[in-house]
């Protein structure tokens, strides 16, 4: 379970209860921005929640903010919160100093990089692979690709090349670090959403009568749910054994890497086999821009792109096992051990 | 709030070097040709000579007292016990369900006298014990049993028929349930009782059944006239659906619901590795990252069930997709040895791959069928 216990999270999941209600990420989608809803978020200091107390947060620990997000993505957040707290880790950690307002995240390969909420995030604080940097641009500065998004809140491709970032500095952090952060936050965010399209799904087949009696009445409704409900156990195991293990690493987040890897296989695998029987029992009306199951479905087919699919982080992570011992695959399986120590 | 409660719980030191002398001693029996490894070894492959070892060990029985021939440690070490027998393929079939089902039934239910005389020989691996559940007419509609059993003066006479019954052939006892007043009307759950029925009575037919591997691990067993005494009596008459029920939990969520087919990959492995082309490696990462995420399950499930809580529908959940990822395991190290030429496959593989294959229908079957636990789930989510 991810741990949504002490101040952040309870913080977090008051502010989303009183100013996220069901109808809030439908006004967003019809261009009505819950800036209260920031507002709120930021008063409280929640977007710095990772940054170090030295450049103006309160240097949280990892998994004190997970249930920050997962409670975030139950709401269908409209505004980039859990965005904001990658791009604020990112420039702490090069010591970049934290600007007001909204802000995301990318990882630099060449020009360009698939950007989460490029039209809302005022700042995206872009780590850049090959030069260890990490800067920070203004979003408007980068020209945007155009092309028909997952989620209103997804990536949008921004090209840097002629952008003039408005900060920037060498890093330490290692690709493998960044990685593992950005990761297990979408596994936590995954996870928080597949159940939360689980909760809608159930509800509804408990409501809705065809043949005189509630659908829920069907087994075949019952087990095309029960598949769901196991892919968002494993869901949540898979994201909860990420946050723990970066939890655990805080000082080497890169050590971190493999149980988000593997959450974000585990995970981006499920998302077919959840958003299917999600969007089945729900018949026509899940299709429809007026109900609810939509901001859960477009988020995980948008999330799980991030940093790439889940048929690229398979192999990724096969190719590594694929040249490492047998023993220690099962040492890796068991107890998380993946590299020999 | 989240609806299905896994804890995540970091490996142990002391686990881990229990982890290391098991390994040792399964890689020195292995290599000294005392067993053949398999898939589905906990209930297919049977060695009485391997349980007396194991039993030496102090590897079975771990869990209770010392005063019963236990040896005081808890489910954790138990876990890592089995998780490596299973991961090794070692015949470990003959003492499993003893271990696993009827000790701890034993030791709630059973007389002080049945305790002393049965549990230390259970932990010395020289006692085993066969689930009877399945009739021919009572399979996931487990509560239309009609095996009778009446009261006698001292004791129950037992008459009927019980099947599928793994292992009873090897077996000293079983417990089965059984009808021991009528159903009533609507409610067929009422009327059932757990029995321990001493295999070697009068009246005790045991018919090896030989499944479509060519094995015969379980049996059809008939019962004529058969007493038992009564203290044979586990728990409350009638009170046995709930036992039972509350049994089936428990064992649904051990490493046994998804690590059946492990071996299958291991011994892959050994040949692949460094060989695996970009597909593959594909594969092997999905593979993994499921594995890895369903041990986090099962092990959390362990640790609550250590706590004392009894997480049903979490255990339905992990047997359903550990049921499949065991399966899909096999199928998946089928499509990785395309990356090997098939003379380059040691036989070694092609025998554990194709007992694999034939061994792979029961995994959605024993111990409740995939069907059944989606029943489960459904009426916890609150659809039923
Ligand atoms: C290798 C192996 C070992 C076993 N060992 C033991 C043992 O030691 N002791 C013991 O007592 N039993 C044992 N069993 C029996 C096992 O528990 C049963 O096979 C199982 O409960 C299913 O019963 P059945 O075979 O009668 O199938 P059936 O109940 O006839 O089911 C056939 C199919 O119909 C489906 N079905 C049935 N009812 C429903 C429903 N209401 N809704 C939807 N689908 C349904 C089932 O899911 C299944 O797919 C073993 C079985 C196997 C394969």
């Given amino acids: ?341 | 709030m989240q609806r299905f409660n896994f804890p995540v719980v970091q490996p142990d030191p002391a686990l881990e070097e229990l982890r290391a002398e098991l390994q040792a001693f399964l890689k020195e029996e292995r290599e000294a040709g005392n067993f053949r490894p398999e898939p589905e070894c906990w209930m297919a492959s049977s060695d009485p000579e391997f349980s007396k070892k194991m039993g030496k060990r102090g590897w079975i029985g771990l869990t209770w007292s010392s005063q019963y021939g236990g040896h005081d440690k808890t489910a954790l070490e138990r876990y890592i016990v089995t998780e490596e027998t299973l991961r090794a393929g070692a015949p470990v079939g003959a003492h499993w369900i003893a271990d696993r089902q009827h000790a701890p039934m034993l030791i709630e239910h059973g007389t002080e006298e049945q305790k002393l005389d049965i549990l230390p020989r259970i932990a010395a691996g020289e006692c085993y014990f066969a689930i009877g559940l399945s009739e021919p007419g009572a399979g996931s509609d487990l509560a239309n049993v009609k095996t009778k059993a009446e009261k006698v003066e001292g004791g129950w006479k037992i008459n009927g028929q019980k099947i599928w019954s793994s292992g009873a052939h090897i077996s000293h006892y079983m417990v089965a349930i059984l009808r021991t007043s009528p159903a009533d009307g609507r409610n067929r759950h009422v009327g059932l009782s757990q029995i321990m029925i001493d295999l070697s009575l009068p009246g005790v037919t045991i018919k090896p059944i030989t499944d479509l591997s060519g094995d015969a691990h379980f049996n059809e067993v008939y019962f004529e006239d058969v007493i038992v005494p009564d203290d044979c009596l586990l728990g409350e008459e009638g009170g046995g659906w709930k036992q039972v029920t509350g049994e089936l939990a428990m064992e649904r969520s051990g490493p046994e619901r998804f690590l059946s087919s492990y071996i299958t990959l291991e011994t892959a492995l050994h040949q692949l590795q460094g060989k695996l082309g970009s597909d593959s490696q594909a594969r092997l990462g999905k593979l993994i990252a499921n594995l890895r995420t369903l041990r986090g399950m099962s092990w959390g499930i362990a640790n609550l069930l250590h706590q004392g809580v009894s997480p049903e529908t979490e255990a339905a959940l992990v047997k359903d997709l550990g049921n499949r990822l065991e399966n899909d395991l096999t199928l998946q190290v089928r499509a990785l040895l395309n990356d090997l030429p098939e003379d380059e496959w040691s036989d070694e593989m092609r025998r554990i791959l194709n007992i694999g294959i034939l061994r792979s229908p029961p995994n959605t079957l024993r111990g409740g069928t995939t069907e059944v636990m989606r029943g489960i789930t459904a009426r916890q989510l609150g659809l039923r």
């Avoid at chain 1, 950690?93 to 995240?105: L, M, V």
């Avoid at chain 1, 980068?142 to 952008?163: I, Y």
């Fill in chain 1, 1 to 341: 379970m991810i741990n949504t216990e002490g101040m952040v999270a309870e913080t977090a999941a008051k502010i989303y209860t009183d100013l996220c209600g069901r109808e809030v990420p439908h006004e967003a989608e019809a261009g009505q921005y819950p800036q209260a809803l920031w507002d709120a978020l930021a008063e409280n200091g929640l977007p710095l929640a990772w940054v170090s107390e030295e450049n103006g947060g309160f240097g949280a620990d990892y998994d004190e903010v997970f249930g920050a997000i997962w409670v975030s993505a139950e709401a269908a957040s409209p505004v980039p919160f859990a965005e904001t707290l990658i791009g604020n880790w990112l420039l702490d950690r090069a010591g970049i100093a934290i600007p007001d307002g909204a802000s995301t995240f990318a990882l630099l390969e060449g020009n360009t990089a698939s950007v989460p909420f490029a039209g809302t995030a005022d700042h995206v604080a872009v780590y850049d692979a090959g030069k260890n940097a990490i800067a920070l641009y203004k979003t408007a500065d980068a020209s945007a690709a155009d092309g028909q998004a997952l989620s209103p809140d997804s990536d949008t491709r921004l090209d840097f090349s002629t952008a003039t970032p408005v900060a920037s500095a060498a890093t330490n952090l290692s690709r493998r670090a960044v990685e593992a952060l950005i990761l297990t936050v979408r596994a936590v965010q995954m996870a928080s959403a597949i159940e939360a399209a689980l909760n809608l799904s159930i509800a509804y087949v408990s409501d809705r009568e065809q043949f005189g009696r509630p659908l829920s009445k069907f087994q075949a409704i019952q087990h095309q749910l029960a598949i769901g409900a196991s892919e968002s156990a494993a869901a949540t195991m898979a994201a909860t054994q990420a946050a723990s293990a970066l939890a655990r690493h805080a000082d080497d987040p890169e050590k971190a890497w493999h149980e988000a890897v593997v959450a974000k296989v585990q995970i981006g695998h499920s998302v077919e086999a959840v958003t299917v029987p999600f969007h089945q029992v729900h018949g026509a009306m899940g299709y429809t821009q007026e109900y609810d199951l939509h901001h859960y479905t477009r988020r995980l087919w948008a999330w799980r792109d991030t940093l790439g699919n889940e048929h690229r982080w398979s192999k990724l992570l096969g190719a590594e096992l694929a040249v490492t011992s047998p023993d220690q695959i099962w040492k890796g399986v068991t107890t998380g051990a993946w590299i020999a120590s």
